[in-house]
């Protein structure tokens, strides 16, 4: 199970850059393999479940600072382990002109 979300607190000025890193701390402790980029976070996870309660608290986190929060998420509900690699790697690899 992999999840892409995206946090961003509203009405709390334009540097949010403090109030999001609140969101990717909760992720970072969750234990669960992540990545964090310029737009989103993703997790991996086993269940729905595990992965959409560290989603869930990294909102929290950011409503405890903020009068509003935006949530934006995207999943890819399939079994497996180390997906958040191996979809890249298949990218590279096609890029490379392999097969």
């Known amino acids: ?3 892409a979300f995206s946090v961003t607190p509203i009405g709390a000025g334009e540097e949010v ?3 999001v890193a609140e969101a990717v701390r909760v992720v970072r402790e969750s234990g669960l ?3 964090t980029d310029a737009m989103f976070t993703t997790v991996e996870g086993d269940t729905w479940d595990q992965v959409l309660a560290v989603v869930r608290d990294a909102v929290a986190a950011v409503e405890a ?3 509003r929060v935006s949530l934006v998420l995207k999943a890819d509900a399939r ?3 180390g997906r958040m690699e191996a979809k890249v790697a298949s990218v590279e690899r096609h890029l490379a002109g392999g097969a």
């Open 79 to 81: 079994p497996g382990e």
């Open 33 to 35: 393999p992540n990545h």
């Open 65 to 67: 600072r903020s009068p």
């Open 1 to 3: 199970m992999l999840v």
């Open 17 to 19: 850059g403090e109030l």
